[in-house]
């Protein structure tokens, strides 16, 4: 029979297992931020910059895709907050 402090330390390691399961979460959704903020959509920026836009619709539409992509980004994000 395990006595009361293995009992505890048993307690203890589960408690810190989900907590450590958040943190690692929020590790993960911090390096996706930052990927997506400081290299993604700039590079789509300058792509559409650099592009050869031949109508106002096309280059209205391609300005909207940085837009798209951090909305993509936020949906990302609650998406991995609610599993």
Do not use: C, Q, R, W
Not at 22 to 41: D, K, R, T
């Amino acid at each position: 029979m395990k006595n009361l402090l293995e009992k505890n330390l048993d307690k203890e390691y589960h408690a810190n297992e989900g907590f450590v399961k958040y943190i690692v979460g929020f590790i993960g959704i911090m390096i996706v931020i930052i990927i997506a903020v400081s290299v993604v959509i700039p590079t789509v920026n300058t792509a559409i910059d650099d592009a050869n836009l031949s109508g106002s619709t096309t280059g209205t539409l391609l300005s909207l895709v940085p837009v798209l992509l951090a909305a993509v980004l936020i949906l990302l994000i609650v998406g991995m907050m609610a599993v």
